[in-house]
């Protein structure tokens, strides 16, 4: 299953990567608790309030324009950044059995940023 989503914030490029890639920002909106070593090869953990957790390395990481995770049940998420009028558009493109990053992120629209 492939799920692609574009969102535009109202945020600089460097404001929304702080919210895709700060732990403390990810726990805001994303997972209850959150662990990321924001680094090729650095490994990120996700658990949420329901005991659910997942487990996710980091492939590429470009600051600011490219973050790309591959999921431990095979799954990939990219995240691409690019500013646009008003704000950064996000441009994601997740592959997953059966669990979606895509439809998280459309929360975070909803969500201030800054």
Do not use: C, K, Y
């Not at 994303?30 to 996700?46: K, M, Q």
Request: no cysteine; charged share 35%; glycine share 8%.
């Amino acid at each position: 299953m492939e799920i692609e989503r574009d969102i535009v914030f109202p945020a600089s490029p460097a404001e929304v990567w702080e919210a895709l890639t700060e732990p403390e920002r990810l726990e805001e909106w994303f997972a209850n608790e959150v662990s990321l070593d924001a680094r090729p090869g650095g490994e990120g953990v996700f658990r949420w309030g329901d005991g659910d957790e997942r487990r996710a390395v980091v492939r590429e990481l470009e600051p600011q324009e490219r973050l790309v995770l591959d999921w431990e049940d095979d799954g990939q998420v990219v995240l691409e950044l690019e500013e646009v009028d008003g704000g950064t558009r996000l441009h994601v493109v997740e592959t997953s059995p059966e669990w979606s990053t895509a439809l998280e992120l459309h929360a975070l629209a909803w969500v201030r940023v800054a």
